[in-house]
């Protein structure tokens, strides 16, 4: 398994993956690189012994990470066991809420070994789940474990081999690349990952610089990137993710004190004063801190370049064409496949959610006519209770309750019941809470797919149609926006009336 930052862990937590972690220390002048050593994941230098990280948001501890790869036997065959546990603990509301992840991950102790085990266990908030793999060179067996049950699923041949185990390392003794596949535990999905070594730096830090090399990490189609900082002596002093999320190598002791932090007053984008929430209605936003990766460009919204270093957000929510009965494409008809199919977490073939989501939807035939009876009804059905989430769309239904993460998981599983093609989106909304603060929060709605137009829809605040103070960041399983915490600012935002 491979040690990245604990994006999925915090994901679970909050509307998005939002909790990361504050600069480390600042990088000084480069050393000059040197002869690439003929090293495989068998021989690269690592510590023995696990390694351990306070996990900062912004300057505050919100967590601790412990990371081993090591050679062993298990049945008398030699092995390579890479684990990692993440722990994190935030205020949502006033709330205390901690989680804890630990994932196991057994290899072939050779150059390409196969995966043969993958254990993974979740616990706290959200509710507890273990995921058991066993995997022979035809394919894998999952079992998922968790309150709504036990659930056996088969996953082709992931491809996983020894090499995802230390990646970062292997990049940064050969001055080089490693490019693998990793599957990972919460949908079961293997992703396409790329460790790059970028280049030499010292890292000053108690008093001491030391020289390190810097290897880039991602998955395949990720706009921010992690960076890991590795001794020579194959430490990791440090993983980085965008200006917000840092793990920094503590000890055991140090990195487990953590900080209380207000997730809420840390994360949000203040604004100048409130937004409207009518429909129709353009918001044009003038932001900071956006790259050019994030410009999520659809129906809904444009980015465009400004002077200082700003980005141009219009937002336009109206009525869709399928607002119209006449033109409301009858669901169960075309759409991507991926966007109508049941995962681990999106279980719309649940009997109970699928008996549910027709009983709803009743004699309504249309896209936009169900899924509006389908937000109303997860507005209704669900109490909003922050901080306490779960993973699987089942068991929001069986809770009934939870945050905006929860309302769109809810809403998607719901709509792919009855055969409406919907993912969830990610990215910024206007509140304001009790403290009385304009600002921009993160949050989690879902969009549907009427013919060949998307439909946002937002079920936590009950909308058919997503107002215009929803930014989209990113849809589906990318997770990368978190990169974006504490690097946001709002310049303007002005509504300017019906588009």
């Not at 480069?30 to 068998?42: E, G, I, M, Q, S």
């Not at 995802?164 to 003794?173: G, I, K, N, S, V």
């Amino acid at each position: 398994m491979k040690t990245r930052s604990p994006l999925p862990l915090l994901a679970a937590l909050v509307a998005l993956p939002v909790l990361a972690a504050a600069a480390g220390p600042a990088p000084s002048k480069a050393t000059p690189a040197r002869k690439p050593k003929a090293v495989d994941v068998l021989t690269v230098p690592r510590p023995r012994g696990p390694e351990w990280f306070g996990i900062y948001l912004l300057g505050k501890k919100t967590g601790w990470a412990r990371m081993e790869v090591a050679r062993a036997t298990r049945g008398g065959t030699p092995v390579l066991l890479a684990s990692q546990e993440t722990v994190v603990q935030v205020t949502i509301g006033e709330r205390l809420v901690r989680r804890s992840q630990r994932d196991e991950k057994v290899y072939e102790a050779r150059v390409g070994g196969r995966l043969l085990e993958y254990r993974s266990e979740r616990r706290g908030d959200g509710g507890d789940r273990t995921l058991e793999m066993t995997c022979t060179p035809d394919g894998c067996r999952a079992v998922i474990r968790a309150e709504g049950g036990e659930e056996v699923r088969k996953v082709a041949s992931p491809g996983d081999t020894a090499e995802q185990a230390d990646p970062f390392r292997l990049a940064a003794a050969r001055r080089g690349a490693v490019e693998g596949r990793s599957i990972e535990s919460e949908h079961l999905r293997v992703k396409v990952m790329k460790d790059a070594f970028l280049r030499r730096e010292r890292i000053a830090g108690a008093g001491v610089e030391i020289p390190v090399s810097v290897v880039s990490e991602a998955e395949e189609g990720d706009r921010v990137v992690s960076e890991v900082a590795v001794a020579d002596d194959g430490r990791v002093v440090q993983i980085r993710f965008g200006n917000s999320l840092t793990a920094r190598a503590e000890p055991e002791e140090i990195a487990k004190r953590l900080d209380r932090v207000d997730l809420f007053s840390l994360s949000r984008v203040p604004l100048d004063g409130p937004l409207p929430r009518s429909v129709p209605q353009r918001i044009v936003f003038r932001l900071k801190g956006v790259p050019r990766g994030f410009s999520e460009q659809d129906g809904r919204q444009s980015f465009a370049p400004a002077p200082s270093a700003e980005t141009v957000v219009t937002v336009a929510a109206r009525l869709p064409s399928a607002a119209d009965p006449a033109r409301d494409p009858p669901r169960g008809k075309g759409g991507d496949r991926e966007l109508l199919e049941s995962t681990p977490e999106i279980d719309s073939d649940n009997p109970e959610l699928r008996r549910l989501a027709a009983e709803v939807v009743g004699a309504e035939t249309g896209v936009y006519a169900s899924t509006a009876r389908l937000t109303a009804w997860v507005n209704h059905r669900l109490a909003k209770v922050y901080g306490q989430s779960r993973d699987k769309a089942s068991e929001v239904l069986a809770a009934g309750k939870g945050d905006c993460t929860e309302h769109a998981l809810l809403l998607v599983a719901m709509a792919r019941a009855v055969g409406i093609p919907s993912r969830g989106v990610h990215g910024l909304v206007y509140a304001s809470y009790g403290d009385g603060v304009h600002a921009l929060y993160w949050h989690a709605w879902a969009e549907v797919l009427a013919g060949d137009e998307w439909i946002a829809v937002d079920p936590t605040f009950g909308q058919p149609v997503a107002d215009a103070t929803h930014i989209a960041l990113g849809r589906g399983m990318r997770v990368d926006a978190v990169g974006l915490l504490g690097g946001l600012s709002v310049a303007s935002a002005e509504a300017m009336g019906a588009p």
